[in-house]
């Protein structure tokens, strides 16, 4: 079955730019999305199809994929972005949603 | 605006069986994919099982095909999941979740804890 990897935990200070990677065999050629999801709360969308923003969404959160690696990159980063992010991906040869480990985000 | 509500969640014994509900509204019930997505206490996401539109077709994760059934009542705006032969392994909070196209979750409901234990 298809793995994705994260890294389990990120650190970066307020202001700064944090990119957080989703690794996987061919990810390059696979939409990916992500999730933010902050403690007791569901996750919520932050980027789908790999590059996109759903509406509501700062433009500080932006997504790129190439190769076997996807990166969702989070620039000027704040307090309130301390979260745990999710990729995901759709493995259409078996019609199943793959999910990676999850990245704990940690502003300093 | 969309709100999908889960309920039937609880504390089961091993061996032992439960079924979620989810009540959908604020769409189109009958023309979304809709999936179940679990979170074991301090873990991470695990996608469980997916049904297509009409009802016609579902999928599973492996970690539960043969023990657990997705279904949905499109006259009734509902999405289910059957447990069956629960195990510790289970206990999470399940999400039911709306799909829009290749698998991007867009909407999430607020979760119902599952506990299987002895």
């Known amino acids: 079955s298809y793995v994705l990897i994260q890294p389990p935990s990120v650190s970066v200070a307020p202001g700064k730019t944090a990119r957080i990677t989703c690794g996987g065999d061919?990810?390059?050629?696979?939409?990916v999305h992500w999730y933010q999801q902050k403690p007791g709360q569901a996750p919520v969308l932050v980027i789908y199809?790999?590059?996109d923003r759903p509406s509501g969404i700062p433009e500080r959160f932006s997504g790129s994929n190439s190769g076997n690696t996807a990166t969702l990159t989070i620039s000027r980063v704040e307090a309130g972005d301390e979260a745990d992010y999710y990729c995901?991906?759709?493995?259409?040869?078996?019609?199943?949603?793959?999910f990676g480990g999850g990245t704990k985000l940690t502003v300093l | 605006e969309v709100q999908l509500l889960e309920s039937g969640g609880g504390a089961v014994h091993p061996g032992g069986s439960l079924r979620l509900s989810c009540a959908a509204s604020?769409?189109?019930?009958?023309?979304?994919?809709m999936s179940w997505v679990r979170q074991a206490p301090g873990k991470g996401l695990e996608w469980v099982s997916v049904?297509?539109?009409?009802?016609?077709?579902?999928y599973y994760a492996d970690s539960v095909k043969g023990r657990f059934t997705i279904s949905r009542d499109n006259s009734k705006n509902r999405l289910y999941l059957q447990m069956n032969s629960l195990r510790a392994e289970d206990t999470a909070v399940y999400y039911c979740?709306?799909?829009?196209?290749?698998?991007?979750?867009?909407?999430w409901g607020q979760g119902s804890l599952v506990t299987v234990s002895s």
């Open positions: 995901q991906v759709w493995d259409s040869s078996r019609d199943h949603r793959v």
């Open positions: 199809y790999t590059t």
């Open positions: 979740a709306k799909e829009g196209s290749s698998g991007i979750v867009e909407n």
């Open positions: 061919n990810t390059g050629s696979k939409s």
């Open positions: 049904i297509c539109a009409s009802g016609g077709c579902s």
């Open positions: 604020g769409f189109t019930f009958s023309s979304y994919v």
